[in-house]
């Protein structure tokens, strides 16, 4: 089970930190991405984590405001946002998978709920 937590109310240029804690997985062995969704929307790739956090990638709309960091010791993901921006705003998931293809919504099996991100301008 993921479950993200940190979600919430932000004027433009705010910062936010999104966790997401993982239980009945041991996230050593899982590549973890966060993802976003707004309504009539595809869930777009944020970024991508290694099961190491040895490797990362971004979107290109996130790149250098965006950091992915994972914690291993604590079975959590983090996503610290800087500089946000209205249309950042989204429900935000984290999901991992064993198996890494590409930061791609399809190829992750095991998702969280989602927070929601809002960025007031």
């Known amino acids: 089970q993921l479950v993200e937590s940190g979600g919430g109310l932000v004027q433009s240029g705010g910062s936010l930190r999104l966790s997401c804690a993982a239980s009945?997985?041991?996230?050593?062995?899982?590549?973890v991405g966060w993802f976003r969704q707004v309504p009539g929307k595809e869930r777009e790739g944020v970024t991508c984590?290694?099961?190491?956090?040895?490797?990362?990638n971004y979107a290109s709309s996130v790149k250098g405001r965006f950091i992915a960091s994972r914690d291993n010791a604590k079975n959590t993901v983090y996503l610290q946002m800087h500089s946000l921006r209205p249309e950042d705003t989204a429900v935000y998931y984290c999901?991992?998978?064993?198996?890494?293809?590409?930061?791609?919504?399809?190829?992750?099996?095991?998702w969280g709920q989602g927070t929601q991100v809002t960025v007031s301008s």
């Open positions: 999901a991992a998978d064993r198996d890494y293809y590409a930061c791609e919504a399809t190829y992750f099996g095991a």
């Open positions: 009945g997985i041991n996230l050593d062995y899982y590549v």
């Open positions: 984590i290694s099961s190491s956090g040895g490797s990362t």
